[in-house]
């Protein structure tokens, strides 16, 4: 147990479907992350909050769409995706340098 | 921007062998950290180690950050081992980690 809880565990989802993944911490950061793990892939940065500004939005296309409403929260909102958008995605929150990962959503686009 | 290369890139161990995993980066860097995800996804972090030496029970990990490697080390290994470890790094006054390809570990029993 890291401290950072991501819900759902699985998703499944079609192409023309609107969704949310949902991130929460409660260790007192300040920061949080979106990552994206594909198959035979590097973990990617999507997304970074520094007190809840975005501070980095890696070349992302627009239909994921990321909220930050307070500190502890973190949402990736996701709509009219493609299948190479399958993958596990992993929030990450930090305090200082060092990154505590959630067990991630992993999410499969039909 | 900056490169992390892992190797090897996949290990198979009996269980009670030693290991040692190696990260190269192409850059100076003032954060770089080894993570753990196991099985089911979950990454877990060993070490925070841009410089140095450190150990945590049968772990330890090694960085000469002046030739840009770090090392980490698994003693008597056990199947709970098993997992792909990664390194990741972030350049001076940067919050984005980037990230090797990892390093497959299969520990037998």
């Known amino acids: 147990e890291t401290g950072v809880t991501q819900t759902p565990r699985h998703l499944v989802m079609g192409m023309t479907n609107k969704k949310s993944l949902k991130c929460e911490q409660h260790?007192?950061?300040?920061?949080m992350y979106w990552y994206k793990q594909s198959a035979k892939k590097p973990l990617e940065l999507m997304f970074v909050?520094?007190?809840?500004?975005?501070?980095e939005n890696n070349s992302v296309p627009s239909r994921f769409s990321p909220e930050c409403p307070n500190s502890s929260h973190l949402f990736l909102h996701l709509h009219t995706l493609q299948p190479e958008d399958s993958a596990l995605y992993l929030c990450?929150?930090?305090?200082?340098?060092?990154?505590?990962f959630g067990a991630g959503t992993r999410l499969s686009v039909l | 921007g900056i490169q992390v290369e892992q190797s090897p890139p996949d290990l198979i161990l009996q269980e009670g062998a030693n290991s040692t995993l190696r990260c190269n980066f192409s850059?100076?860097?003032?954060?770089l950290q080894w993570f753990h995800q196991n099985p089911w996804g979950q990454l877990i972090n060993l070490f925070y180690?841009?410089?140095g030496t450190k150990q945590n029970g049968r772990l330890s990990a090694t960085t000469v950050a002046t030739e840009r490697y770090s090392l980490l080390y698994i003693s008597s290994s056990q199947t709970t081992d098993s997992g792909v470890y990664f390194c990741?790094?972030?350049?001076?006054?940067?919050?984005?980690?980037?990230f090797g390809k990892g390093t497959k570990l299969t520990v037998n029993p």
């Open positions: 990450a929150s930090s305090h200082g340098y060092i990154q505590y």
């Open positions: 260790l007192g950061h300040n920061a």
């Open positions: 990741a790094v972030a350049p001076g006054g940067s919050e984005k980690l980037v």
């Open positions: 909050y520094s007190l809840e500004e975005r501070v």
């Open positions: 850059d100076s860097v003032n954060n």
């Open positions: 180690i841009p410089s």
